[in-house]
């Protein structure tokens, strides 16, 4: 009975290793992604969906925090606070999905594109330029649906490639409505443009780029999560999501 209790604790221990080595290794590549400047943001972006995916929402927040907050530090670029603010939730918007937990997720969503609207410049700004938030918004409830359990129905690839590619979308489309809320209806936008003008060809040439930085971030999602997720459950290593 001892020995069996000994092996219990070395199993915990050894387990419990391999969790902060795998947070470790997400808030550093985080840190080092954050540092390097994408085409519309940073290439961190492409990190958070996977990210949430394993860490979970809870510890994935902190570890997107401390990455985006290290880029700060580092930079003192004042556009930084974008990313403080908007890495960690694109991060716990996958974290929430593969839990199954859809309304966090729409409360995000619904309070942020609220505050959007009900500004004046979000009536005036094209339709357009949310287009992706709003079917991101749609698409919330169905991801959780298919992401509650994932974890122990990995063997279905399909049903696993499905959740990830929209996971990824959800996550990345919710980074990017952290940004349009800071600078819309929090009024950033006044610290950085003159007037309205300036932000209208700014905020159009943005979200042009956003939709294509979309696509891209959900593609290589796709590439890298799966055989990720799927390394992770088959060689017993992690057990995600891990909170």
Known sequence: MVSETKR??????????????????????????????????????????LEGMVLGPKI???????????????????????????????VVTAGCLIHGYWWP?????????GAYFAHPYGRILPLWTVLDIIIALILIYPTAKIGKGIFSNTENVKKLTVFVFLASFVSTVADSLVRVFLLVPVELYKLFFPDFNTLY??????????YIEDILVTIVSLIISIPTLLTLKRGKIVRWPLS
């Open 201 to 210: 060809g700014v905020f159009v040439f943005g979200a042009a780029g956003s």
């Open 8 to 49: 219990s604790s070395s199993s915990s221990l050894s387990q419990r290793t391999k969790n902060i080595v795998t947070i470790s290794i997400f808030a550093a590549l985080h840190t080092a992604l954050d540092i390097l400047r994408g085409p519309w943001r940073q290439w961190s972006v492409y990190l958070e969906p």
């Open 60 to 90: 994935g927040f902190a570890a997107a925090l401390i990455g985006s907050a290290t880029r700060t530090a580092i930079t003192g670029n004042p556009l930084a606070i974008f990313g403080m603010a908007a890495e960690p939730i694109g």
């Open 105 to 113: 997720v729409v409360l995000i969503y619904g309070v942020m594109l």
